[in-house]
T-cell receptor, first 116, second 114 residues
Framework: ETGVTQTPRHLVMGMTNKKSLKCEQH?????MYWYKQSAKKPLELMFV???????ENNSVPSRFSPECPNSSHLFLHLHTLQPEDSALYLCASSQDLVVAGPYEQYFGPGTRLTVT | GDSVTQMEGPVTLSEEAFLTINCTYT??????LFWYVQYPGEGLQLLLKATKADDKGSNKGFEATYRKETTSFHLEKGSVQVSDSAVYFC?????????????FGTGTRLTVIP
């Protein structure tokens, strides 16, 4: 595998379910990101991890819970979601944030989430 | 705060037509500017970038020039192909250490017809 991979590619879940999205990067990067992409809205940065520590949490509801066990893996745990959470969830990675940018980010193909 | 505004789509062009997608930004300091492209069913890919005023980024026949005086980074291509059909995102990033603030526009969908 090369680049950034995400699983599953599609997910349908009920509002009472618990599921997890997985992201893996094979680029040797130290920073990883979760974005939400909704129709006709800018990409929303949800979480940023640098060296496995969360450095940014952009007012995301607690029903979204990220986890970064190592620099290659990132998870997004989902529970009691709402229909408006239906979107494409994109993972990205980049070089270490310790050194000043510009920060070129490499994206995975995304997980298309539908909450019923 | 920092933000990006890009022209709303969708944009539909015939093959070999000239393309311009407008992008303007608001930022403190001196951001770097990017264009990303998203092909159907895929994630975003970096298309080109510019890190300082008057820099021109180019790739695959696409160009964009960092214009500080007009705070713009318009994307252009002289002759589009069907394979260029995708969604294009303008983005900016500061150079702040310890955090990453990559701001994206809403995206512009381009459809090129034969």
């Amino acid at each position: 595998e090369t680049g950034v991979t995400q699983t599953p590619r599609h997910l349908v879940m009920g509002m009472t379910n618990k599921k997890s999205l997985k992201c893996e990067q094979h680029l040797g990067h130290n920073a990883m990101y979760w974005y939400k992409q909704s129709a006709k809205k800018p990409l929303e940065l949800m979480f940023v991890y640098s060296l496995e520590e969360r450095v940014e949490n952009n007012s995301v509801p607690s029903r979204f819970s990220p986890e970064c066990p190592n620099s290659s893996h990132l998870f997004l745990h989902l529970h009691t979601l709402q229909p408006e959470d239906s979107a494409l969830y994109l993972c990205a990675s980049s070089q270490d944030l310790v050194v000043a940018g510009p920060y070129e980010q490499y994206f995975g193909p995304g997980t298309r989430l539908t909450v019923t | 705060g920092d933000s990006v505004t890009q022209m709303e789509g969708p944009v539909t062009l015939s093959e070999e037509a000239f393309l311009t997608i407008n992008c303007t930004y608001t930022a403190t300091g001196y951001p770097s500017l990017f264009w990303y492209v998203q092909y159907p069913g895929e994630g975003l890919q970096l298309l080109l970038k510019a890190t300082k005023a008057d820099d021109k980024g180019s790739n695959k026949g696409f160009e964009a020039t960092y214009r500080k005086e007009t705070t713009s980074f318009h994307l252009e291509k002289g002759s589009v192909q069907v394979s260029d059909s995708a969604v294009y995102f303008c983005a900016l990033s500061g150079t702040q250490t310890g955090a990453n603030n990559l701001f994206f526009g809403t995206g512009t969908r381009l459809t090129v017809i034969p």
